[in-house]
């Protein structure tokens, strides 16, 4: 079946300006989660949907940041006025449900390459 | 401390040995464990859960040790398309958001 989606697959961009990355889940999921990685980094946790409930934004870097989910299904992370230190790549996962395993296993999209000019 | 921690290797390893990794978590209330195995420039992709009895796929083990907080991955017959780097994947009792390890990079060679 269709996996995670994510586009664009790449996108540069000027600093100062306002970017728009795209979600789509496995059908069913009801998690979703989205991730930033920097070359040679770790995963960089931003924000957390579950169903109809309150998205877990603990991990926002800054006011710049934010995401909608909607209808329960795709995902749209905005980031306005980019910053340099905004490059990366940002991953988008989804599971099945919150609880244990197998159910909490995630699949991750492809990602979408930012670079800011 | 951080919460989960692996060596970064690499770990240089010919075709056919076998290689063991090791990842330490500082949170005694984790619960969920998972090894992902993630390839140049892609994206993470998961290689197994890990549960408390330890589990088997193929020429992969994964086991648990809850007193001493870590979890392991033993790769037997090691191929050349193994190669990749490993991350350790935690996650609280209560909470919903995961946290990776750093990743440990393997290097199987001819």
């Known amino acids: 079946g269709a996996g995670v989606s994510q586009s664009p697959s790449n996108k540069v961009t000027e600093k100062g300006k306002d970017v728009e990355l795209r979600c789509d889940p496995i059908s069913g999921h009801t998690a979703l989660y989205w991730y930033r990685q920097s070359l040679g980094q770790g995963l960089e946790f931003l924000i957390y949907f579950q169903g109809n409930s309150a998205p877990d934004k603990s991990g926002l870097p800054s006011d710049r940041f934010s995401a909608e989910r909607t209808g329960g299904s795709v995902s749209t992370l905005t980031i306005q006025r980019t910053q340099q230190e905004d490059s990366a790549v940002y991953l988008c996962a989804s599971s099945l449900a919150s609880g244990g395993p197998p159910y909490n296993e995630q699949f991750f999209g492809p990602g979408t390459r930012l670079t800011v000019l | 401390r951080k919460e989960v921690e692996q060596d970064p290797g690499p770990f240089n390893v010919p075709e056919g040995a076998t290689v063991a990794f090791n990842c330490t978590y500082s949170?005694?209330?984790?619960?969920?464990f998972f090894w992902y195995r993630q390839d140049c420039r892609k994206e993470p992709k998961l290689l197994m859960s890990?549960?408390?009895s330890g589990n088997e796929d193929g020429r992969f083990t994964a086991q648990l040790n809850r007193a001493s907080q870590y979890i392991s991955l033993l790769i037997r017959d090691s191929k050349l398309s193994d190669s990749a780097t490993y991350l350790c994947?935690?996650?609280?009792?209560?909470?919903?958001?995961?946290?990776f390890g750093r990743g440990t990079s393997l290097i199987v060679h001819p």
């Open positions: 994947v935690v996650r609280r009792g209560g909470s919903y958001i995961p946290t």
């Open positions: 890990v549960y408390s």
């Open positions: 949170n005694s209330a984790s619960q969920s």
